[in-house]
């Protein structure tokens, strides 16, 4: 105790060894250690400076930047966070700010950032979306800054941060959703924000609907937009496809959304979509990738609207050349499958007379195999 100490008991030369044992030590002889408050109820940085306290992170106290970029010391720091230690997550966090773009694009450091996003405060956390939105699109092109970003908007807690987000996005989210690597943060957006906050991405979205869904990450992109939407967001974009279904069903890519559109629960508008087809069917049946969208309406459609589809489809005009193109033959199989005991019969009429030139190819064959599938009774 220190009422118990004089100067003089202090000088080396008056040190024995044997005073030193810990059976000599009395308990209160020992000051209790009071830890310093670490928080604030308003949620800001710490009372007590960093540099006073004990912690796990003492040691590397002007290193942590370094240390980030160091496969074995970015876990170590990952795991520090992860444990919540209030002052350790201070110490970190004021030694990346001032470099938290070049860590999030890091290859080992993005994952410091991540981590540290999980577990600061809302005041951190606003502290590091105003240090990158001026840089935001270049790191979710990035591919390890992608990861930070996306970790970034699942992890927005405050509507200033939204904000801030929203707007350093809003005028690239074409390019982003075209991107090999932004893709995936326009996913997160509509996936984490709120249909309210995210709305942005439905109108730039919307506006370029044949620009997004004919390139191969965009129809993802789209596809994924129509499961996170709210009801308007959904009526929204599926109102663009169907104006623009018939462009899109020749697409390599677009027509994988139409297809997607299709499976949907919105009769009505479904058959919106397929008479925008109509008066083009044998045309759309004989290319590669229309030719699967328009077995797809034979399958998903009502019946008024599949019994018209048939019936264009047996037209004796076109049902030749349909018979004999690779793509035509399958969407008229799919015809002899899904029509009504009535118009198969009209169709299998219509086929009869074409088969002695078709009965040595194997379009002929498929077709022929087919029927006698359906109704073995029928002679060909």
Known sequence: HPHHLHPHHLHPHHLHPHHLHPHHLHPHHLHPYHEPSLSRADGGFFSAPPELVSTPIDHAVGSIYRMCKKHRESLF???????QNPLVTEI????????IVELMIDQTGNYVCQTLLEHCNDQQRLAVVEKVSHKLVFIAMHK????AVQTMIGCLSSPL???LVVEALKG???SLTKHLHGNYVIQRCVKSLSSQDNQFVYDAVAAQCVEVACQRYGCCVLQRCIDHGSESQKLQLVGEISRHSRTLVQDPFGNYVVQYVLELPYGPLKKQLMSHFFSHLASLSTQKFSSNVIEKCLHSADADTRRQLVEELSDPATLA?????????YVIQTTLVVADPEHRQKLVEAIRPLLPELRNTSYGKRIQNRIMKLDPTTAL
């Open 144 to 147: 390890c800054g992608t990861c």
């Open 92 to 99: 970190i966090f004021r030694e990346v700010i001032g470099n």
């Open 161 to 163: 941060q939204v904000k």
């Open 172 to 174: 690239s989210v074409v």
């Open 321 to 329: 050349d349909l018979l004999r193109d690779p793509f035509g033959n």
């Open 77 to 83: 720091l990952q795991k520090q966070l992860e444990l």
